[in-house]
């Protein structure tokens, strides 16, 4: 695995207002192995000259590895997630850009989105941690098919803070386009191990834990995350367009256990994204 520390350039810092305060995500050009990589660096305080001194000074660390990614830990609080190789579609998605909203209806989700997942690499790192063979240390509960664990955005200590992530066990589900009335017992059992680690491990009582989807996902393998009312919204993906609270998910499956099958769904798709270029492909298709 490629140390962080070797690079030749520095070819961008993208971050949401062009400073990085927290947290942010910055491609590297070269090294030993060559190519790009694209790393999510977290410190408690952090600024652009830290982090040029950590990358090129320090000692990384290396946490855990899995597939493409890996942590580090520079001294003396700079977390590192590093992507290498990082791919078109990975820097695309760890660059601001400009952004779209785009509505999808069932037909254009089976003409166009559902053919893009199925053109996509299997999500490998997800199955290694599903199969125990990555990253079992984080792992802090489990039903029969979700498995939930600390997400790389949190250290796993400040609770106000926290942030997890729960995965399907079933890797057919991609998004919550695939569930159906008969996921409700999975989903709602999901539910109260969410509730239950929250309150053994972390003391954080209900009302002070939201669990949600993504649509569309950063990945297509149906994952919810966890996160507290305290933990910082910026980088939490809790956003009115992206978010649906897994209550919901479960209440509308409740009505109609066909509801995702044929709902309409509108939300923000970066205009250099492999979706967005898709539908632009679609519609000059049609014209």
């Not at 926290?162 to 890797?171: E, I």
């Not at 409700?184 to 989807?213: D, G, H």
């Amino acid at each position: 695995m490629e140390n962080p520390s070797n690079y030749e350039r520095v070819d961008c810092i993208s971050t949401e207002d062009g400073k990085m305060n927290e947290s942010g995500f910055i491609h590297l050009q070269g090294g030993r192995e060559g190519g790009r990589r694209t790393l999510w660096l977290v410190r408690s305080v952090l600024d652009a000259q830290a982090v040029q001194h950590h990358l090129s000074t320090g000692q990384p660390t290396l946490v855990q590895e899995n597939d493409r990614f890996s942590q580090w830990h520079c001294e003396p609080s700079l977390e590192v997630t590093q992507i290498c190789p990082a791919t078109d579609a990975d820097v695309t998605k760890y660059t601001t850009g400009s952004s779209i909203f785009q509505r999808e209806t069932a037909d254009l989700y089976a003409a166009v989105t559902e053919p893009y997942i199925a053109s996509l690499p299997p999500v490998a790192w997800v199955a290694n941690i599903i199969n125990g063979t990555a990253e079992a240390d984080r792992v802090v509960g489990r039903t029969d098919d979700w498995l939930l664990s600390v997400d790389t955005k949190w250290d796993g200590v400040g609770r106000s803070q926290l942030y997890l992530c729960g995965l399907a066990v079933d890797s057919s589900l991609r998004s919550i386009r695939d569930l159906r009335g008969v996921h409700l017992p999975q989903l709602r059992a999901l539910r109260t191990e969410v509730l239950r680690v929250a309150k053994e491990r972390y003391n954080l009582p209900a009302n002070e834990v939201l669990t949600f989807f993504h649509y569309q996902p950063t990945f297509y393998w149906l994952h919810v995350h966890v996160i507290a009312t305290t933990t910082p919204r910026r980088g939490s993906g809790f956003d009115a367009w992206r978010a649906i609270l897994l209550d919901d998910v479960i209440d509308n499956l409740t009505r109609d256990a066909e509801y995702y099958s044929h709902a309409s769904f509108t939300y923000a798709l970066d205009t250099q994204s492999g979706l967005a270029k898709a539908f632009a492909a679609h519609v000059n298709n049609d014209s």
